[in-house]
């Protein structure tokens, strides 16, 4: 997956992110689940960029082509750290109104 602009993902690694994330997002949550994981996946990249370097290899590793090489490069993979949350750590993803999962019961005297 090269192109003449492949470049700019390495300026504007949000942006890398952003193309892979937004085919696997069907849902507000998710969507907000996701924006908010790029600063843990970016870091994960660092790490792996600082590994390389200390190890006395040249920095040749590049966001986008890293992303394409995690297992969450695939919508599985992807949605596997958002569907193994509960409910309600859905609802701090803008997951909506709890209220669908308990219900106010109200009673008639």
């Keep these: 997956m090269t192109t003449d602009w492949f470049g700019l993902f390495e300026d504007q690694p949000r942006a890398a992110y952003e193309a892979m994330v937004n085919p696997f997002a069907k849902s507000r949550s998710q969507k907000r689940y996701y924006q908010d994981q790029f600063t843990d996946i970016h870091n994960q990249f660092l790490g792996d960029l600082g590994r390389q370097i200390t ?47 308990n219900p106010v019961t109200r009673f008639m005297f």
Aim: aromatic residues 12%; proline residues 6%; charged residues 10%.
């Design 55 to 101: 190890s006395g290899q040249a920095p040749t590793l590049r966001f986008a082509e890293w992303l394409q090489g995690q297992p969450m490069a695939n919508q599985q993979g992807f949605n596997q750290g958002y569907l193994t949350q509960t409910p309600r750590q859905r609802q701090g993803w803008g997951g909506g109104d709890m209220g669908a999962f």
